[in-house]
């Protein structure tokens, strides 16, 4: 009887323990993609009736068994990339993810060239 009590325990531990790591995983998602309807707001955040669908379609993938870069690959080809706050590095956004570095660099030069010619003189 003490060993069925113990599988019982362990089985019923193992599904609290299973189902908090999905709501992690649930809640991660949501904080990434941005509700098309609410300005600023992300899915997990707004309350708009878009948000609410996004979040029952990210509950379906998860309990479907798909993983985060599937279930972004499915929003981003229904809603296009805007949907995802931290969209991947490809040809088209990677001016984006590139500008600050160059802009920093670019910064760091001239403030060099200027202090350069600063002592010269």
Known sequence: MRIKITIF??????????????????????????????????V???????????????????????SEKEIYDFLVEKYGEWIVYKPPLNKVNSVLWLFPYLVFVIGGLLIFLLLKKRNNH
Not at 20 to 40: F, T
């Open 44 to 66: 997990a955040d707004s309350n708009s009736e878009f948000a609410q669908t996004i979040k029952l379609v990210v509950q379906d993938q998860i309990a479907d068994g798909k």
């Open 9 to 42: 325990f362990i089985i019923v531990n193992f599904n609290i323990v299973s189902a908090a790591d999905s709501s992690v995983e649930l809640n991660k998602v949501l904080k990434n993609l941005r509700c098309l309807i609410c300005q600023g707001q992300s």
